[in-house]
């Protein structure tokens, strides 16, 4: 099976501009998750959907963070401004299952670079 | 608030040598506990999961972990190591009540020949 898509891989922007991500989950996963991981950090979790509706959003930082999934299939993260803090990968994952007891898939994640 | 807890934040072995990479986490109820591992420009791949049954857990690639409930632990094994296996890897949880998958900070493992 195909597996979690993001795009882009890498993105370098200067702080206060805006930037999107995208992800495209598996096929049929009800459940997607955003997450952020620092380097030399485990990912932390920022937004989780079920379907196309926020399950948790307790450590997005809304003030500067958006995410939707519109249709329950693919979803947009994005950020603006951009600080320079928010330099990390941004992964995105789903599962079958909440909870994730068929496993998480993960993408290979977009590095975003803040100048 | 739930946690996890990796012991070590880099591992350095010679090949043939036997790993075991710590893992705590906080959760005092019903938990599924996991085991990522990240190669070098990869992506996050699942090398194990308990969820219940035999604590003793075997995974991909040869490793293994034990659930042991009394310690809040699920400690990777692995008896001989190669150079492949360097790697960052990733302990995380997921408890029943909250229903998202926290993991630990992640320990960088580096294998010589």
């Known amino acids: 099976e195909a597996g979690v898509a993001q795009s882009p891989r890498y993105k370098i922007i200067e702080k206060r501009q805006s930037v999107a991500f995208w992800c495209n989950p598996i096929s049929g996963h009800a459940t997607l998750y955003w997450y952020q991981q620092i380097l030399g950090q485990g990912p932390k979790l920022l937004i989780q959907?079920?379907?196309?509706?926020?399950?948790?959003d307790s450590q997005l930082p809304k003030d500067r963070f958006s995410a939707e999934r519109l249709k329950g299939v693919d979803s947009t993260l994005k950020i603006q401004p951009a600080k320079l803090e928010d330099s990390a990968v941004y992964l995105c994952?789903?599962?079958?299952?909440?909870?994730?007891?068929?496993?998480?898939?993960f993408g290979s994640g977009t590095r975003l670079t803040v100048v | 608030a739930q946690s996890v807890s990796q012991h070590n934040h880099h591992v350095i072995l010679s090949e043939a040598a036997s790993l075991e990479l710590g893992c705590n986490y906080s959760y005092g109820g019903t938990v599924n506990l996991f085991w990522y591992v990240q190669y070098p420009g990869q992506h996050l791949q699942l090398l194990l999961k308990?969820?219940?049954?035999?604590?003793l857990v075997k995974g991909i690639k040869g490793f293994e972990a034990e659930f042991i409930k009394s310690k809040f632990s699920f400690n990777l094994r692995k008896p001989s190591v190669q150079w492949s296996d360097t790697a960052e890897y990733f302990c995380a949880a997921v408890s029943g009540g909250y229903n998202k998958l926290i993991f630990g900070a992640g320990t960088r493992l580096a294998v010589h020949p």
């Open positions: 308990y969820f219940s049954g035999d604590p």
């Open positions: 959907f079920q379907n196309n509706g926020v399950v948790d």
């Open positions: 994952a789903s599962s079958l299952m909440t909870g994730g007891y068929d496993g998480y898939t």
